[in-house]
């Protein structure tokens, strides 16, 4: 959000003032001159006369000029709302690094916060429940450990799993199959597939035991098929059959109205940090953009822009997970997996449908 005050003129600045819009804030300070005091944009306190009021890039410069920061607003200490996303950020930190679960109250009290707010903001900045946070935390530890030949047993006690009647089904849960099938390279995995075309060209969805793992747009089917084989090299591949046709049906519904509801369900796999950036993506509203900064901001994660790029070109399920809708920070379309052309057909498509 940062672009909307970036060469702000002063009058654009004056409104955030009157507005006490909090999205200023950093972005700029403002000085009265006749209390010698400098704000954030979003001080609370009452309003002085615009004519009594200077505008600084930042409150180092209002200083210089010999303001004093405001005691209520605080201009010269880090934004609030920076420093919760540092919350989240250091609880994120906890969860990766521990090796037992954490309980929401012990983690919230860790990063000083009532458990309410905490599951709020958490859930707010990551995208995720701190609980599913765990989760995903606990599955990549799985699948990293088995993928170092760790035995199974092993693998599925150090990932952070309580032993109990349930111990293995969580992990297979997890996997998609046994932790014995993962280590052997899954390759009992089977994964059905249909090809076709509709308005966006060409299509490939793929479905596993747990859901629709793939959506790939192209141009040519052989193409399509050769990149699914690549994504699930273990996999057994077949064609669907009529009953899975009758899905399709609906992804291809889907994939040409993206405003419509989506209630299949998916086989999303991918790191801890993958479905974290691919849940932010799903929260972007149809029709609506946001840039890679953005996102790694909304994770707790500002300075991860370039793996959120990342994770956006890993995505699987075009449309479903609608990295389609982010842009580069300037709002240039830069690249899609399946085709800058596309990406700004979809996006077309997307704002004609929100006019219907
Ligand atoms: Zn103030």
């Given at each position: 959000?940062?672009?909307?005050?970036?060469?702000?003129?002063?009058e654009?600045?004056?409104?955030?003032?009157?507005?006490?819009?909090?999205?200023?804030?950093?972005?700029?300070?403002?000085?009265?001159?006749?209390?010698?005091?400098?704000?954030?944009?979003?001080?609370s306190?009452r309003?002085?006369?615009?004519?009594?009021?200077?505008?600084?890039?930042?409150?180092?410069?209002?200083?210089?000029?010999?303001?004093?920061?405001?005691?209520?607003?605080?201009?010269?200490?880090?934004?609030?709302?920076?420093?919760?996303?540092d919350?989240?950020?250091q609880?994120?930190?906890?969860?990766?690094?521990?090796s037992?679960?954490?309980?929401?109250a012990?983690l919230?009290?860790?990063?000083?916060?009532?458990?309410?707010?905490?599951?709020?903001?958490?859930?707010?900045?990551?995208?995720?429940?701190?609980?599913?946070?765990?989760?995903?935390?606990r599955?990549k530890?799985?699948?990293?450990?088995?993928?170092?030949?760790?035995?199974?047993?092993?693998?599925?006690?150090?990932?952070?799993?309580?032993?109990?009647?349930?111990y293995?089904?969580?992990?297979?849960?997890?996997?998609?199959?046994?932790?014995?099938?993962?280590?052997?390279?899954?390759?009992?995995?089977?994964?059905a597939?249909?090809?076709?075309?509709c308005?966006?060209?060409?299509?490939l969805?793929?479905?596993?035991?747990?859901?629709?793992c793939a959506?790939?747009?192209?141009?040519?089917?052989?193409?399509?098929?050769?990149?699914?084989?690549?994504?699930?090299?273990?996999s057994?591949?077949?064609?669907?059959?009529?009953?899975?046709?009758?899905?399709?049906?609906?992804?291809?519904?889907?994939?040409?109205?993206?405003?419509?509801?989506?209630?299949?369900?998916?086989?999303i796999?991918g790191?801890?940090?993958q479905?974290?950036?691919?849940?932010?993506?799903?929260?972007?509203?149809?029709?609506?953009?946001?840039?890679?900064?953005?996102?790694?901001?909304?994770?707790?994660?500002?300075?991860?822009?370039?793996?959120?790029?990342?994770?956006?070109?890993?995505?699987?399920l075009?449309?479903?997970?609608?990295?389609?809708?982010?842009?580069?920070?300037?709002?240039?379309?830069s690249?899609?997996?399946?085709g800058v052309?596309?990406?700004?057909q979809?996006?077309?498509?997307?704002?004609k449908?929100?006019?219907?």
């Amino acid at each position: 959000m940062k672009q909307i005050f970036d060469n702000a003129t002063h009058e654009d600045r004056w409104q955030a003032v009157e507005t006490r819009d909090n999205r200023a804030d950093g972005q700029f300070v403002f000085a009265v001159k006749t209390t010698g005091i400098c704000c954030r944009p979003s001080c609370s306190a009452r309003h002085p006369l615009r004519k009594n009021v200077l505008f600084f890039d930042d409150v180092a410069a209002a200083v210089e000029a010999g303001f004093r920061p405001c005691k209520r607003c605080q201009p010269d200490k880090q934004a609030p709302e920076q420093q919760r996303i540092d919350r989240i950020t250091q609880a994120c930190r906890i969860l990766e690094t521990s090796s037992e679960p954490i309980v929401l109250a012990e983690l919230a009290a860790q990063v000083a916060m009532s458990p309410f707010h905490f599951h709020r903001l958490f859930k707010q900045v990551t995208g995720l429940t701190p609980h599913a946070f765990q989760k995903a935390v606990r599955a990549k530890r799985l699948r990293e450990q088995l993928t170092q030949g760790e035995a199974v047993t092993r693998a599925v006690f150090d990932a952070g799993y309580q032993s109990g009647s349930n111990y293995y089904q969580q992990a297979d849960a997890v996997l998609g199959m046994t932790a014995k099938q993962y280590q052997q390279g899954g390759e009992r995995t089977a994964i059905a597939y249909v090809t076709g075309t509709c308005r966006l060209g060409q299509f490939l969805v793929a479905q596993s035991q747990r859901g629709i793992c793939a959506i790939l747009l192209g141009s040519d089917a052989q193409a399509l098929r050769a990149e699914l084989e690549t994504l699930f090299p273990h996999s057994t591949l077949t064609v669907g059959d009529t009953q899975f046709a009758g899905q399709v049906t609906q992804v291809v519904s889907f994939l040409e109205h993206p405003a419509q509801q989506f209630s299949l369900p998916l086989d999303i796999q991918g790191t801890a940090f993958q479905q974290q950036v691919w849940q932010a993506l799903r929260e972007i509203p149809v029709g609506q953009t946001a840039s890679y900064r953005d996102i790694a901001q909304r994770i707790g994660k500002p300075q991860a822009v370039r793996a959120v790029a990342g994770a956006c070109a890993a995505n699987k399920l075009a449309v479903i997970i609608p990295c389609h809708r982010v842009v580069r920070h300037d709002g240039a379309l830069s690249g899609y997996r399946w085709g800058v052309a596309r990406k700004r057909q979809l996006l077309e498509i997307e704002a004609k449908q929100l006019e219907e």
